[in-house]
């Protein structure tokens, strides 16, 4: 299996413009998670989804975030206007169930809004 | 609510063991480990279900008491590729969060 992939690996961009982070979940996995990661806030949980349906959005910063799951194997994080304040690591995760399996994380999209 | 890991950072030298822990204020159905080394992502290690249960990965156990809503990571004889930043994940009601995360450093 490849794991979960996400692309593109690095974002640089300026502020105002549009982002969209994408991430193919493992085959098979019924739960995918969007996990951003900076220095000062950690591992924040935005959204996540079980069958390809939102289960909990309480963690996305605010409307400029949007996130869908149009199928099994594609979800999409979108910024719009993204702000320099949103420069972090941005992971998708997938998982078996998702409290009696753990989480394969892809490599996360690094980024930058200048 | 976020977990609470301690301690923030431990430097060892190979051969040495080292104990990571996590706490929660709320009840706990699940908790889970991971390592991530610097640039990287990541990587699930071990989950430990209700009901106590240790779990081993290599040199890496790790206990999970949920009457206490707490669980121990324990890295025996420790090489120099268990440095990273080790994070445990709290599961409930189908969505994990994550402590701040421990700092391991192993020096030859």
């Known amino acids: 299996d490849a794991g979960v992939i996400q692309s593109p690996r690095h974002e640089v961009t300026e502020m105002g413009q549009e982002v969209t982070l994408r991430c193919k979940p493992i085959s098979g996995h019924d739960y995918l998670f969007w996990y951003r990661q900076t220095m000062m806030r950690g591992l924040e949980l935005l959204i996540y989804?079980?069958?390809?349906?939102?289960?909990?959005d309480s963690g996305m910063p605010e409307d400029r975030f949007s996130a869908k799951m149009p199928n099994a194997s594609f979800s999409t994080l979108k910024i719009q206007p993204s702000e320099p304040r949103d420069s972090a690591v941005y992971f998708c995760?997938?998982?078996?169930?998702?409290?009696?399996?753990?989480?394969?994380f892809g490599s996360g999209t690094r980024l930058t809004v200048v | 609510q976020q977990p609470v890991q301690s301690p923030q950072a431990v430097i060892l030298r190979e051969g040495e063991d080292a104990v990571i822990n996590c706490s929660s204020s709320k009840a706990l159905y699940s908790v889970h480990w991971y390592r991530q080394k610097h640039g990287e992502a990541p990587v699930f290690l071990m989950i430990l279900l209700k009901g106590g249960e240790q779990k081993g990965h290599e040199k890496i156990s790790a206990s999970f008491n949920e009457k206490k809503q707490q669980s121990s990571l324990y890295l025996t004889a420790s090489q120099l590729s268990y440095s990273g930043t080790y994070f445990c994940?709290?599961?409930?009601?189908?969505?994990?969060?994550f402590g701040d995360g421990t700092t391991l450093t192993v020096k030859p």
């Open positions: 989804f079980n069958n390809n349906v939102p289960i909990d």
């Open positions: 995760a997938s998982s078996l169930g998702a409290q009696s399996y753990g989480y394969t």
């Open positions: 994940g709290t599961g409930n009601a189908g969505k994990s969060t």
